[in-house]
């Protein structure tokens, strides 16, 4: 029994988590559930720490919110004091739609039926639809999860623009509540009263939810309160020890509520969809610089400039790049700045260079090292031609594979700590290569 009430909590924990997020400046983004929203900053409970204080952060590194009902706060809209309170207030209404946003901005009520890596399948007006990932924005699902398909703040504009038309829809297509829609779903795989079982009720959820106080605290209060017994008066000395006890209190936990989001008792993760799209801009703008340096058109100053920009995007100028021949059936590797520096000479030998590029595409999603940092791969394919006198002297096309790191970082800004994350390039290999 304690096992299947065991199973069911977590369940919910995850839900709520993966439901209540809050989108950051510098790409990060945290399972939080907001619980009050001034003009300067949000007091929120990292739901990712079981025993999570009450956080702040100023309203200025903050992009975008989810509750756990699927509804969504922009706060570069300025929104207003009613939206703020029905925002943390959340509601118990479950809906019988989801919602997709493309990235030209058409709303569409559908039903999800299966999803993969790249397309949605849905049910759309009596007919099946296939919704490729890459065509869309943002959707919300009947459960009130939701997922974004690029960087907050680049859809943030479709996010304010098709709000109200999000919410019409979704507030016309609402069933029964979430709470009897969970009990019909986990009825059959517990018949023990979970909800009373348990502290973590949705009513329970909500109450906490509006009520909590923008400090931390160390032991909130949880599921119905508790009646206090009646103690006999202490003594003076007694008074003024507990007085300095909580003074001493108050002030450790104002101190924890202004966390960076670093600290150690808060966890903020990377948004692995925003930066994988991210990566692959990155490996889009490092085949540019090549094309500019190998350009026989280029000015010297003009080429060493894409040289210095090509390596800033590698994690550091230790990256190596591998190196193949066609003819001679070789390779070498060479560190970045040598072999864009080499690519600089060998254009000064044709006549002509042409250099293109195709496929560029995920070899593997960002996976978490044991460093903290993520790990993936995009490939691409290189094609390099060099004529001399308009005949083609020596062309190979070769695939390559880069490293690509996303990482966590900290600057000081303006005398103030900034962190956050982003994405960089690192070694890139030879897949096959073959002569032209």
């Known amino acids: 029994m304690k096992k299947i009430i065991l199973f069911v909590f977590l369940s919910f924990q995850f839900n709520i988590s993966a439901q209540n997020m809050i989108y950051l400046s510098g790409g990060s983004k945290i399972a939080g559930k907001i619980t009050d929203i001034t003009s300067e900053k949000i007091a929120y409970k990292n739901l990712a720490n079981p025993n999570s204080p009450i956080y702040e952060k100023p309203i200025s590194n903050v992009k975008v919110a989810f509750n756990e009902s699927g509804d969504y706060l922009v706060f570069s809209d300025n929104p207003s004091e009613g939206d703020k309170a029905n925002f943390i207030k959340g509601t118990n209404t479950a809906h019988s739609v989801d919602v997709v946003v493309d990235r030209e901005g058409k709303v569409s009520p559908v039903s999800i039926t299966d999803e993969n890596e790249t397309d949605i399948a849905a049910n759309e007006n009596g007919g099946p639809v296939k919704l490729p990932k890459s065509d869309l924005a943002f959707l919300i699902r009947k459960s009130g999860s939701h997922q974004l398909f690029s960087d907050p703040e680049a859809i943030s504009p479709l996010l304010s623009a098709e709000k109200s038309k999000v919410a019409e829809i979704r507030s016309n297509a609402k069933t029964a509540t979430k709470k009897e829609s969970s009990e019909k779903e986990v009825a059959p795989k517990a018949e023990t009263p979970v909800a009373e079982s348990t502290p973590t009720s949705d009513n329970t959820a909500k109450d906490s939810s509006v009520s909590a106080p ?52 808060e966890v903020v993760m990377p948004d692995l969809a925003a930066f994988g799209a991210k990566a692959l801009e990155k490996t889009q703008e490092f085949t540019r610089y090549i094309q500019t340096i190998t350009s026989v058109n280029t000015d010297k100053e003009a080429a060493n400039k894409s040289v210095d920009m090509a390596c800033g995007l590698f994690l550091d ?120």
């Open 317 to 436: 100028e230790n990256a190596r790049v591998e190196v193949s021949n066609a003819i001679k059936g070789t390779k070498n590797k060479y560190k970045i700045r040598d072999y864009l520096n080499r690519l600089l000479i060998k254009s000064g030998q044709y006549d002509k260079v042409q250099v293109e590029y195709a496929n560029i595409s995920y070899a593997s999603k960002f996976k978490k090292g044991a460093d903290g940092n993520y790990y993936g791969s995009v490939t691409f394919v290189q094609k390099f031609q060099g004529f001399i006198d308009g005949n083609l002297v020596y062309g190979d096309q070769t695939k390559r594979s880069v490293t690509v790191i996303l990482k966590h970082y900290e600057k000081a800004v303006e005398g103030q700590n900034v962190s956050g994350w982003d994405v960089f390039l690192d070694d890139v290999g030879v897949v096959e290569t073959k002569k032209l």
């Open 214 to 265: 923008t400090k931390a605290v160390s032991a909130p209060t949880k599921g119905k309160k508790a009646k206090t017994a009646v103690k006999p008066k202490a003594s003076e000395a007694e008074a003024a020890n507990q007085k300095d006890q909580s003074i001493a209190t108050n002030q450790s936990e104002a101190t924890s509520t202004n966390k960076l989001p670093h600290d150690e008792n």
